[in-house]
């Protein structure tokens, strides 16, 4: 069974930090490039950031730009999301995926023209920044 497991999420206040998690499973994690979702209330699912450690790179969405940080646990099928320097409008549920490793920067709308979609999912995990 596919599984994408995130944790870390909670309560922060603003200026601290949080790092997720997101532990795979079910398919062969060399083969994928791994992304972040978040959503917030009443907003559209963005793309944060993506990283492939086949195809050597990693992408930022301008709102995460020098505060995220991706990484990726080859050994332990796990990726982590760094989250420093945290704000209000960063609160949002957080999302795993992992897609193509070709077609992931666009599938997350990172690279225009965004198409193509994440092949898996997981459930997300809640991130809120108290002001």
């Known amino acids: 069974e596919v599984q994408l497991v995130e944790s870390g999420g909670g309560l922060v206040q603003a200026g601290g930090s949080l790092r997720l998690s997101c532990a795979a499973s079910g398919f062969r994690f060399d083969d994928y490039a791994f992304g972040w979702f978040r959503q917030a209330p009443g907003k559209e699912r963005e793309g944060i950031s993506c990283?492939?450690?086949?195809?050597?790179?990693?992408y930022y969405a301008d709102s995460v730009k020098g505060r995220f940080t991706i990484s990726s646990d080859n050994a332990n099928d796990t990726v982590y999301l760094q989250m420093d320097s945290l704000k209000p409008e960063d609160t949002a549920v957080y999302y795993c995926a992992a897609g193509d490793h070709f077609t992931t920067p666009q599938a997350m709308g990172l690279v225009r023209p965004a198409r193509y979609e994440m092949s898996y999912w997981g459930k997300g995990t809640l991130v809120t920044v108290s002001s």
């Open positions: 990283i492939s450690s086949a195809d050597g790179y990693t």
